[in-house]
């Protein structure tokens, strides 16, 4: 009986390490929205942007836009229950960093970020939970 003791014990214990890895945050999920896109004399807008958000370990989400012709990952950082952080990281060649926040009892997301270096690009998006 021993054996068989042993042998749950350390499948719980790998069962309880394994379920801690993944965060349970209110992000995750799907946003459908708006997106918008300006620099010094251009903007771009797209509607029906999808906005995917799984998680990771650590606080940490990746938040997948989907912008139709083109579609990139972004790693963010939960703050909070209602704030998560994009540190500066690469945006389709440009640095980028910035904020996303939960309002609306968590069915709308609202992200914004900015180039960190060269032309100022700013980038928005403002989606409702799917």
Do not use: H, W
């Not at 790998?14 to 801690?20: H, T, V």
């Not at 939960?78 to 952080?85: H, Q, S």
């Not at 960093?97 to 690009?121: A, D, Y």
Request: net charge negative.
């Amino acid at each position: 009986m021993r054996p068989y003791t042993l042998f749950f014990s350390l499948a719980f214990l790998m069962f309880q390490s394994c379920s801690k890895d993944k965060p349970d945050s209110p992000f995750i999920g799907v946003f459908l929205g708006d997106y918008k896109e300006s620099t010094i004399g251009s903007s771009i807008s797209l509607n029906d942007v999808t906005a995917t958000i799984t998680g990771k370990s650590n606080n940490k989400l990746d938040v997948k836009l989907d912008l139709g012709v083109a579609a990139t990952t972004l790693n963010a950082e939960v703050l909070t229950d209602m704030e998560i952080f994009f540190p500066p990281q690469n945006y389709f060649g440009d640095e980028v960093s910035g904020t996303g926040s939960l309002t609306n009892s968590n069915q709308k997301l609202v992200i914004e970020m900015e180039t960190t270096s060269g032309q100022t690009r700013i980038l928005s998006f403002i989606g409702t939970r799917q």
